[in-house]
């Protein structure tokens, strides 16, 4: 059993608050685009939702598991994606 982390009890800082929604419409943006050129179809609304949800994810889960603060775990998700973005492209 793990132990509960300190942080578990506080809300979330404003960065935060404002980070993972700009993140969630930059990802969905990147992905959105990606899909266009490789001649998908879709609305830009179904792609946010699924670019939302999987950042949402991956940041409370990255936050949880490495006992970071909610911001942090935003960036790093951005930045990790970002360059998982660039890695598909070239």
């Avoid at 578990?8 to 960065?15: I, L």
């Avoid at 969905?28 to 999987?54: I, K």
């Amino acid at each position: 059993m793990r132990p509960q982390s300190s942080h578990s009890s506080r809300s979330s800082p404003p960065a935060a608050v404002v980070l993972v929604p700009v993140f969630w419409l930059v990802q969905g943006g990147v992905l959105h685009a990606a899909s266009a050129l490789a001649d998908g179809e879709g609305a830009f609304a179904d792609t946010l939702a699924v670019a939302g949800w999987a950042g949402v994810i991956r940041t409370y889960g990255l936050a949880d598991a490495c006992d970071l603060s909610l911001g942090s775990a935003a960036t790093v998700v951005g930045a990790l994606t970002a360059l998982g973005l660039v890695f598909e492209l070239f």
